[in-house]
């Protein structure tokens, strides 16, 4: 493993010394690159850094030990010796972590498609509600959302929205949210108190650019068409809502929520290009299913990564068992203690496989 990260450092130190190259800062996507790798690499190597530090502390320490006749002075190192051990350890279970292979769709922004499943209305109801905990939480990180497509429901819930979420490191982070989402609460039309279960689905696809996915005009049918739904000033005045299928695959986005044709096409190709890059990625890894209905179920009440129980104020994801008793705070955007510890269980159990 040091070999490993020695290599490392010794190829970051070779990307810095390459960026101040006339040749190369006159090359803007080699040096963007360039730099993304540098950036990348940094975690990694801060703590090679730690690690060679606290590895000399450690032996001078013990020279002083074992070398000094100063009592003083050997207490002194004694007692710093204890704690830099304890440091060294925990380096050492951090940097193999470091070093297990990254997810190339990291730092890419994201479309994030919600559903409403088993459950009718109440369904659509929750759907709004996680829309709104992702956008709290995309402002939170400073990342920017623009909705896609959306068919809305009279009691203000929505059928299913797309969106996109542009940020570096959306993808890294919101890509635990795939699956189904299931709540359980008293819909506010229901006169005899009791509880119903309802079932939302989450997609998140990480956004494609233009140079990872071929799209030739000659395989696209376009449609445009009057907008349609609640609401809206320009709904039905113009045909601006733009269909485009994918004739090789069979794939079909639409967008109406501008009132731009030109805009709401420009969207829907990136979602385009998004769904066509995830069934790619899909087909060249063995661990993952055929088809996009893996990653978002059937919308089962059965099938689910997260439950919100309202009477209960809790929410549990059923992947790792955390519950926490924090509803309204996660549905207001606050999800970073259950991402941070899904993230920590991944890279768990990534570790336990490099290691059987």
Same mark, same amino acid.
């Given at each position: $493993?040091?070999?490993?990260?020695?290599?490392?450092?010794?190829?970051?130190?070779?990307?810095?010394?390459?960026?101040?190259?006339?040749?190369?800062?006159?090359?803007?996507?080699? *040096?963007?690159?360039?730099?993304?790798?540098?950036?990348?690499?940094?975690?990694?190597?801060?703590?090679?850094?730690?690690?060679?530090?606290?590895?000399?502390?450690?032996?001078?320490?013990?020279?002083?030990?074992?070398?000094?006749?100063?009592?003083?002075? #050997?207490?002194?190192?004694?007692?710093?010796?204890?704690?830099?051990?304890?440091?060294?350890?925990?380096? %050492?279970?951090?940097?193999?972590?470091?070093?297990?292979?990254?997810?190339?769709?990291?730092?890419?922004?994201?479309?994030? %498609?919600?559903?409403?499943?088993?459950?009718?209305?109440?369904?659509?109801?929750?759907?709004?509600?996680?829309?709104? $905990?992702?956008?709290?939480?995309?402002?939170?990180?400073? *990342?920017?959302?623009?909705?896609?497509?959306?068919?809305?429901?009279?009691?203000?819930?929505?059928?299913?929205?797309?969106?996109?979420?542009?940020?570096?490191?959306?993808?890294?982070?919101?890509?635990?949210?795939?699956?189904?989402?299931?709540?359980?609460?008293?819909?506010?039309?229901?006169?005899?108190?009791?509880?119903?279960?309802?079932?939302?689905?989450?997609?998140?696809?990480?956004?494609?650019?233009?140079?990872?996915?071929?799209?030739?005009?000659?395989?696209?049918?376009?449609?445009?068409?009057?907008?349609?739904?609640?609401?809206?000033?320009?709904?039905?005045?113009?045909?601006?809502?733009?269909?485009?299928?994918?004739?090789?695959?069979?794939?079909?986005?639409?967008?109406?929520?501008?009132?731009?044709?030109?805009?709401?096409?420009?969207?829907?190709?990136?979602?385009?290009?998004?769904?066509?890059?995830?069934?790619?990625?899909?087909?060249?890894?063995?661990?993952?299913?055929?088809?996009?209905?893996?990653?978002?179920?059937?919308?089962?009440?059965? %099938?689910?990564?997260?439950?919100?129980?309202?009477?209960?104020?809790?929410?549990?994801?059923?992947?790792?068992?955390?519950?926490?008793?924090?509803?309204?705070?996660?549905?207001?955007?606050?999800?970073?203690?259950?991402?941070?510890?899904?993230?920590?269980?991944?890279?768990?159990?990534?570790? #336990?496989?490099?290691?059987?």
């Amino acid at each position: $493993m040091l070999e490993r990260l020695l290599a490392i450092e010794d190829h970051y130190r070779e990307l810095e010394s390459m960026l101040g190259d006339p040749d190369i800062l006159a090359d803007v996507e080699r *040096w963007q690159k360039m730099n993304r790798e540098l950036s990348q690499l940094s975690p990694i190597v801060e703590k090679v850094r730690d690690y060679r530090r606290v590895t000399k502390e450690i032996e001078d320490d013990e020279a002083v030990l074992a070398e000094s006749s100063d009592a003083e002075l #050997k207490s002194l190192a004694a007692e710093e010796l204890s704690s830099l051990r304890e440091e060294k350890a925990a380096l %050492e279970k951090e940097l193999p972590i470091l070093l297990l292979p990254r997810d190339p769709n990291d730092d890419k922004s994201v479309i994030v %498609e919600i559903r409403g499943g088993v459950g009718g209305e109440e369904a659509a109801l929750f759907a709004g509600d996680l829309f709104r $905990m992702y956008t709290r939480y995309a402002e939170r990180q400073g *990342w920017r959302v623009s909705i896609i497509d959306s068919n809305p429901t009279e009691l203000g819930g929505f059928k299913e929205i797309s969106f996109s979420v542009d940020g570096a490191g959306a993808f890294s982070r919101l890509k635990y949210e795939r699956g189904t989402h299931r709540v359980q609460r008293v819909p506010a039309t229901e006169s005899q108190g009791r509880i119903h279960t309802s079932a939302v689905t989450v997609a998140v696809l990480p956004e494609a650019e233009e140079v990872e996915v071929d799209i030739k005009n000659e395989d696209l049918k376009i449609d445009t068409y009057r907008a349609g739904g609640a609401g809206g000033q320009y709904v039905n005045k113009t045909e601006s809502a733009i269909r485009i299928t994918h004739l090789p695959t069979g794939i079909v986005v639409q967008c109406q929520d501008e009132k731009s044709q030109l805009k709401n096409k420009e969207k829907a190709m990136r979602v385009l290009r998004a769904r066509i890059l995830e069934q790619a990625q899909e087909q060249q890894a063995a661990e993952a299913a055929a088809d996009r209905k893996s990653q978002i179920g059937s919308g089962d009440r059965s %099938e689910r990564i997260r439950t919100y129980n309202f009477p209960q104020g809790r929410v549990t994801d059923h992947r790792i068992g955390l519950t926490l008793h924090k509803l309204e705070s996660v549905l207001g955007g606050g999800l970073d203690e259950l991402l941070d510890a899904l993230i920590m269980a991944d890279r768990a159990e990534k570790l #336990k496989r490099t290691q059987e």
